[in-house]
């Protein structure tokens, strides 16, 4: 365990990416994904150990102790005490554990669309804690959410802004966008937490897994490698969505295509949009649902979600 002395300079540095960061991300990542595709060879105790090595290097890309997000409590003692023999830890934010799990559970689906292994890994998010905050942490609770009680910087402002709500933002520009975007984030984490909750509570066929980050998505398989389902909250223009999201495959849009009208039948929906997305290789099948936030009942969007998603999946499973 290191302290607070050992590394004052770093703790107090400003957060910038290194020159190598990217490099060793994009390395990272592709090692997450060759392990993957190999295992039919490597037994899952060597495939964990290997993804753990992986989260390891993604967090640290930029430094052990200088990451983008540190406690105030170890920034104030680097300050105000730089002799401090406190021990700090650097932790990760998701808990590697959970996000292993989340790898490995949806093994072929990542193999089908790599941006969702992106996705996945980008999750990874290291935070520099006093050894006594690491402790105090939450144990049932994800993500940020595990803070609770705990100030958390954000080191690439300077000065550094309190997390209002301890969500990462990728490109802050000030700090009252970071403050929207956070509140956004944080709506959409409770939004899927709720909808997930009413599924269960329901007996619902269609099971969204718990979230573990704030984002306007949320994926859901249908038992086939080459698409998958995406349900969608836009918060800002008043609207749910649910599509098939075909991630590399213009000859499956195609063969969907050439049974629209079928199709449109089967799923009894208005103005369901059917998109090439070019140049990109994906595609989608999509239909929307005004829906406001502010002044509608959460449960009406959640059964519209859940009832066009079982039925989306009824049809394009088979299909």
């Known amino acids: 365990m290191e302290t607070i002395a050992k590394h004052k300079t770093k ?10 960061s990217a490099r060793i991300v994009a390395s990272a990542k592709y090692l997450a994904r060759l392990a993957l595709t190999a295992d039919d060879v490597l037994i899952e105790k060597h495939l964990k150990k290997i993804l753990t090595e992986v989260l390891w290097m993604l967090s640290e890309a930029n430094g052990k102790y200088d990451t983008r997000y540190r406690s105030s409590e170890v920034v104030r003692l680097a300050k105000e005490e730089p002799a401090s023999k406190v021990k700090i830890q650097h932790e990760h934010v998701f808990p590697r554990k959970g996000v292993i799990e989340k790898i490995l559970s949806q093994r ?37 959410n595990r803070y609770k009680g705990i100030e958390v910087l954000d080191m690439s402002l300077n000065p550094p802004l309190v997390m209002k709500w301890h969500w990462p933002i990728s490109n802050p520009a000030s700090a009252t966008d970071q403050s929207k975007s956070s509140d956004t984030k944080l709506l959409q984490f409770e939004f899927w937490q709720r909808l997930s909750e009413f599924a269960t509570s329901n007996k619902a066929s269609i099971k969204p897994p718990p979230p573990t980050r704030g984002q306007y998505y949320c994926i859901i398989p249908i038992g086939r490698s080459d698409c998958h389902i995406s349900l969608t909250i836009l918060i800002k223009e008043n609207q749910i969505g649910c599509q098939i999201y075909i991630p590399k495959s213009k000859q499956l849009f ?29 595609c989608r099948i999509q239909a929307l649902y005004k829906f406001d936030f502010e002044n509608q009942q959460h449960e009406k969007a959640f059964i519209w979600l859940l009832q066009t998603a079982s039925t989306f999946k009824a049809v394009f499973s088979k299909s």
């Open 11 to 20: 703790l107090l540095s400003t957060y910038k990416q290194s020159q190598d």
């Open 108 to 144: 072929q689906a990542l193999l089908t669309d790599p941006n969702l292994l992106e996705e996945i890994l980008d999750e990874t998010v290291g935070c520099v804690v006093t050894e006594e905050q690491h402790k105090s942490l939450s144990k049932t609770e994800d993500g940020w």
């Open 254 to 282: 195609n063969d969907f295509y050439s049974n629209k009208e079928a199709i449109e039948i089967s799923l009894e929906i208005e103005g369901l949009s059917w998109q090439d997305l070019s140049p990109k290789n994906a």
